[in-house]
């Protein structure tokens, strides 16, 4: 895979990075600079008010990154994450107000099953904003070749994974009583099963 030394480091300056994920190809920058989620947003023609989850490498990552998550949330995640599945879960601290769009009581989270390299990324730029790496109304590329070039050609950090699945992740509002499907997908039914396991 061979990242490069100074990747975390071009993250943390505002660069964008063309990664893999354990769904699809991602473009992705760090999530706490709201300049680079701007120029990122923008090269995607993605509506400023549209919310992006943030993606850790690892679960402790990520509960670093929203300490305020209830214990009831954060044993959810540690229930189902790493997985191909994007949790919606309150966002009581407020933290990455950029990224969540007209809802800033809400983040979107993700800690997908990455390679040591990816997670260690992510984890070290402080977590990444991360959406697929397509243009918009364009399908999710599963292979680094079907990146357009107009995002590979802006990012400073391309990894190539291989082929992956294709399928985009599952999409799972978990802030209510019960929890609520967006995107069908992968890692579903685990999501739900835990869910109620941990109401009981």
Known sequence: ???????AERLRS??????????????????GLADACAELYALKERPAGQPTAIMAGSVAGLLGLLPELSARTAELCRAVLPGP?????????????????????????????????????????GGLLITSANLRGRPAPGRLADVPRELTDRAAVVVDGGELPGAASS???????????????????RVLESALRLRR
């Open 1 to 7: 895979m061979g990242l490069s030394p100074d990747a």
């Open 14 to 31: 505002g660069a964008l990075a063309v990664l893999p994920t354990d769904t699809v190809y991602g473009i992705a920058c760090a999530a």
């Open 85 to 125: 599945v994007t949790l919606v879960v309150e966002n009581p601290g407020g933290r990455f107000p950029h990224l969540c769009g007209d809802a800033p009581d809400r983040i979107g989270v993700r800690v997908p099953l990455l390679e040591p390299e990816v997670a260690a990324l992510a984890d070290a730029a």
């Open 171 to 189: 999409v799972i509002d978990v802030t209510g009583e019960q929890p609520v499907v967006l995107r069908d997908g992968p890692g579903v039914d």
